[in-house]
């Protein structure tokens, strides 16, 4: 049978600890750690390295790489699962070792790197003893990278890089960047940019400012930086020359989808607050939950995450069958991306708006779930830019009509259903005229 909603069994024990876990562990982390990325917070590195030991002990450590990587091989549907529960808490993708930009970059390396790259760079950033950062956008444009300039000469065994970035998360924490810039500026648009891995200790890093997005957010973290006569050796080319967007993709699948699974989990939890809230409060002589339009609230947003929910998990599972080939998946993870700002900040609205003042305040979650939904609208690709991808894959197959008529053009199907039938019509005398 192959329509199945289940868990098995084992995995099912895996997802309960993780559960327990990330409730009782990790949930607490995110009052006290600002940014869990950033090891040079003294509170961050006392707490979250042990966890991080209980959580390889349970052989749930970066649940996203294959095992010849460090990982557990779950394949995407297990992992949306697990996802899924680590998103109820912004540190528990960090005590998990699978957070964002670092999963995304060690696909990357796991995939193009040499065994020398492998070494420096992807095995302390499995074991969690450094973060990287992911250093593409530009001041000028983001959405259409062919518009990039950051470059790329080699000057004798090394690359010089120049140009400047925008919104490279993390990148003053970070120990290492992957870098795009234009390398062979005389081919087709998609072929003229590398990828480089650049030690954030190299002269030439000029951070300009970081840039603060959010509600209450006082530092920011998204780094407008410029790149000066940056000079690395011959060897830390990512991947083959001028194939950077081909690079580029390996992590925007999973990057895609990780975020809208571990949005799933603050979703969830707003459903279950909307819920709480409406049997708790009381307004003229009965409970919220009595009011039929506060229960279309919660079966409107009962709806949009159940909805949203399957089409991730179609879309994990179609991406285990297709054994991770993304571009045959891309249409599904663009509408995944396309939702999911569309259902965050419906969720977070409906959930505000029956919690009254208290909904709009610090004091709860749902401003900052509306305000996410914002960011999920451009980062990793804006949704415009989704619905066109979307759109071309809707209508790869489609073809011209035969006719001047479409297909379904209800006439001639009647007439067609005519002839076929016509000894039966013409006995009860229902031959059309
Ligand atoms: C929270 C956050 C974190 C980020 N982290 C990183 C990071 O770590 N590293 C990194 O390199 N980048 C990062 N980014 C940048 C992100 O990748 C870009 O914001 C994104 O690619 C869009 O580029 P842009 O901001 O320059 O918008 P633009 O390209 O200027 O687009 C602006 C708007 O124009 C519209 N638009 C754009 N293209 C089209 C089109 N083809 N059709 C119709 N409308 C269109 C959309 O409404 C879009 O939102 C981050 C962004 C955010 C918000």
């Given at each position: 049978?192959?329509?199945?909603?289940?868990?098995d069994?084992?995995?099912?024990?895996?997802?309960?600890?993780?559960?327990?876990?990330?409730?009782?562990?990790?949930?607490?982390?995110?009052?006290?750690?600002?940014?869990?990325?950033?090891m040079?917070?003294?509170?961050?590195?006392?707490?979250?390295?042990?966890?991080?030991?209980?959580?390889?002990?349970?052989?749930?450590?970066s649940?996203?790489?294959?095992?010849?990587?460090?990982?557990?091989?779950?394949?995407?549907?297990?992992?949306?699962?697990?996802?899924?529960?680590?998103?109820?808490?912004s540190?528990?993708?960090?005590?998990f070792?699978?957070?964002?930009?670092?999963?995304?970059?060690?696909?990357?390396?796991?995939?193009?790197?040499?065994?020398?790259?492998r070494?420096?760079?992807?095995?302390?950033?499995?074991?969690?003893?450094?973060?990287?950062?992911?250093?593409?956008?530009e001041?000028?444009?983001?959405a259409?990278?062919?518009?990039?300039?950051?470059?790329?000469?080699?000057?004798?065994?090394?690359?010089v890089?120049?140009?400047?970035?925008?919104?490279?998360?993390?990148?003053?924490?970070?120990?290492?960047?992957?870098?795009?810039?234009?390398?062979?500026?005389?081919?087709?648009?998609?072929?003229?940019?590398?990828?480089?891995?650049?030690?954030?200790?190299?002269?030439?890093?000029?951070?300009?400012r970081?840039?603060?997005?959010?509600?209450?957010?006082?530092?920011g973290?998204?780094?407008?930086?410029?790149?000066?006569?940056?000079?690395?050796?011959?060897?830390?080319?990512l991947?083959?020359?001028?194939?950077?967007?081909?690079?580029?993709?390996?992590?925007m699948?999973?990057?895609?989808?990780?975020?809208?699974?571990?949005?799933?989990?603050?979703?969830?939890?707003?459903?279950?607050?909307?819920?709480?809230?409406?049997?708790?409060?009381?307004?003229?002589?009965?409970?919220?939950a009595?009011?039929?339009?506060?229960?279309?609230?919660?079966?409107?947003?009962?709806?949009?995450?159940?909805?949203?929910?399957?089409?991730?998990?179609?879309t994990?599972?179609?991406?285990?069958?297709?054994?991770?080939?993304?571009?045959?998946?891309?249409?599904?993870?663009?509408?995944?991306?396309?939702?999911?700002?569309?259902?965050m900040?419906?969720?977070?609205?409906?959930?505000?708006?029956?919690?009254g003042?208290?909904?709009?305040?610090?004091?709860?979650?749902?401003?900052?779930?509306?305000?996410?939904?914002?960011?999920?609208?451009?980062?990793?690709g804006?949704?415009?830019?989704?619905?066109?991808?979307?759109?071309?894959?809707?209508?790869?197959?489609?073809r011209?009509?035969?006719?001047?008529?479409?297909t379904?053009?209800?006439?001639?199907?009647?007439?067609?259903?005519?002839?076929k039938?016509?000894?039966?019509?013409?006995?009860?005398?229902?031959?059309?005229?």
């Amino acid at each position: 049978m192959a329509w199945d909603f289940s868990t098995d069994p084992a995995m099912q024990e895996q997802l309960d600890w993780v559960d327990e876990f990330v409730r009782e562990e990790c949930e607490p982390l995110d009052y006290v750690i600002p940014h869990p990325r950033d090891m040079r917070d003294p509170v961050r590195q006392e707490l979250i390295p042990p966890l991080q030991d209980k959580v390889r002990a349970q052989g749930m450590w970066s649940a996203h790489l294959p095992p010849e990587y460090g990982g557990q091989g779950y394949g995407y549907v297990r992992l949306a699962l697990i996802e899924e529960l680590l998103g109820r808490s912004s540190s528990a993708p960090n005590v998990f070792g699978c957070q964002s930009p670092d999963s995304g970059n060690a696909q990357i390396i796991a995939r193009y790197g040499t065994d020398e790259q492998r070494e420096a760079y992807l095995e302390p950033l499995l074991q969690g003893r450094l973060v990287s950062c992911f250093s593409a956008t530009e001041p000028q444009g983001g959405a259409d990278p062919t518009l990039f300039t950051t470059h790329a000469e080699l000057d004798g065994d090394e690359w010089v890089i120049n140009g400047e970035k925008w919104f490279s998360s993390g990148l003053e924490y970070c120990a290492f960047a992957i870098v795009m810039a234009v390398t062979e500026p005389d081919n087709p648009p998609h072929s003229r940019m590398s990828m480089f891995l650049v030690p954030t200790t190299t002269p030439g890093i000029n951070i300009l400012r970081n840039v603060a997005v959010g509600i209450g957010e006082e530092t920011g973290i998204h780094a407008h930086v410029r790149y000066e006569d940056v000079r690395v050796p011959r060897e830390s080319l990512l991947g083959p020359r001028g194939r950077a967007f081909e690079v580029m993709q390996t992590r925007m699948g999973h990057a895609r989808l990780a975020l809208a699974t571990r949005s799933l989990g603050q979703m969830r939890r707003a459903l279950d607050l909307m819920a709480e809230r409406a049997v708790s409060r009381h307004t003229k002589g009965e409970p919220l939950a009595r009011k039929q339009l506060v229960q279309e609230h919660i079966a409107e947003a009962w709806l949009e995450y159940e909805t949203f929910r399957l089409l991730v998990l179609r879309t994990a599972w179609k991406l285990d069958q297709l054994h991770e080939d993304y571009k045959a998946a891309r249409g599904d993870i663009s509408a995944v991306k396309i939702m999911l700002p569309r259902v965050m900040q419906s969720i977070g609205w409906h959930a505000a708006q029956i919690h009254g003042s208290l909904g709009v305040s610090h004091d709860m979650p749902f401003i900052h779930m509306v305000n996410a939904a914002v960011n999920f609208g451009v980062a990793d690709g804006p949704t415009e830019v989704h619905k066109v991808t979307l759109a071309r894959e809707a209508l790869r197959d489609a073809r011209p009509a035969p006719g001047m008529f479409p297909t379904f053009h209800l006439p001639e199907r009647q007439a067609q259903a005519a002839q076929k039938y016509r000894a039966v019509l013409e006995r009860y005398d229902r031959v059309p005229g």
